[in-house]
């Protein structure tokens, strides 16, 4: 073969033209089961949300707990002293009651009061009402003419309730 000869171009060949896909008239089998495997994670991804939710709510709940255990735990070594204030206030000689000093131990009496109030604790109420084991310790038995059996007749140590439940029983005298 000459050297200026060239070879022949090899014919072109026709462009293929891409039919654009068409539309299924019906669901195919794959398309329904990818709907049910889309479901699927759908439903397994609020039944994992709700979950999480729920471990968020318990979480907080006993870090509450946690909380409010310590705290009583506190409460429970502070409880002597405002009873011991009570009760020296209570059996203050009646001539010192109007000096500034007492006034002073009064108005510390009530700040504490007002202090266990406000961090929800309660003193349990013991005159005229009837023994309750949940609520009261029965340390002596008196029998009195005219009180029902179980009425509470004397406290003897005060009692407190801390967010509904008992932290501290009262002492009290009962009927017999």
Do not use: C
Request: charged share 30%; hydrophobic share 35%.
């Amino acid at each position: 073969m000459p050297e200026d000869v060239q070879p022949k171009p090899a014919p072109a060949q026709p462009e293929k033209v891409h039919d654009a896909p068409k539309k299924p008239e019906r669901p195919t089998d794959e398309l329904v089961k990818a709907k049910k495997i889309a479901e699927e994670y759908l439903n397994g991804w609020k039944r994992a949300k709700a979950d999480y939710l729920n471990l968020k709510k318990d979480s907080a709940k006993r870090e509450q707990e946690i909380v409010q255990f310590a705290n009583a735990a506190l409460i429970i070594e502070l409880l002597p002293i405002y009873n011991h204030l009570k009760l020296a206030l209570k059996h203050a000689p009646q001539e010192q009651k109007s000096h500034q000093w007492m006034k002073g131990i009064e108005h510390i009496a009530t700040e504490f009061k007002t202090l266990l109030s406000n961090i929800n604790i309660h003193e349990i109420e013991t005159a005229g009402k009837t023994f309750d084991p949940e609520l009261h310790e029965a340390v002596a038995k008196e029998k009195i003419e005219g009180k029902e059996h179980g009425e509470i007749l004397e406290e003897i140590q005060p009692g407190y309730i801390y967010h509904g439940k008992t932290l501290q029983a009262a002492k009290v005298k009962i009927a017999e």
